[in-house]
């Protein structure tokens, strides 16, 4: 079973980040993803960064994540 640490782990590992946090139940996962890199891009070009670091678990073991993926400034003014 998938597990949200799991995927945590994964996406930590590939990507810098300020926050992270993922919630799920073994089938349907939510992630807040904080982090530098997005500055500049677009939300579906920040979902790929992070599709990128899941590779091959996106198709095959993680049938829904949803995210909300933020820079540290987006970040700091919705808190």
Do not use: C
């Not at 300020?18 to 939300?43: M, P, Q, W």
């Not at 992070?50 to 996106?58: E, S």
């Amino acid at each position: 079973m998938v597990t949200p640490e799991s995927i945590q782990l994964n996406i930590a590992q590939g990507l810098a980040t300020e926050h992270l946090s993922v919630v799920g139940d073994g089938t349907h996962f939510e992630a807040v993803i904080v982090s530098e890199t997005f500055a500049g891009k677009n939300r579906v070009q920040r979902h790929q960064l992070v599709y990128q670091t899941l590779g091959d678990r996106m198709r095959e073991e993680i049938h829904a994540l949803s995210m909300k993926t933020f820079t540290p400034q987006e970040w700091k003014n919705s808190h």
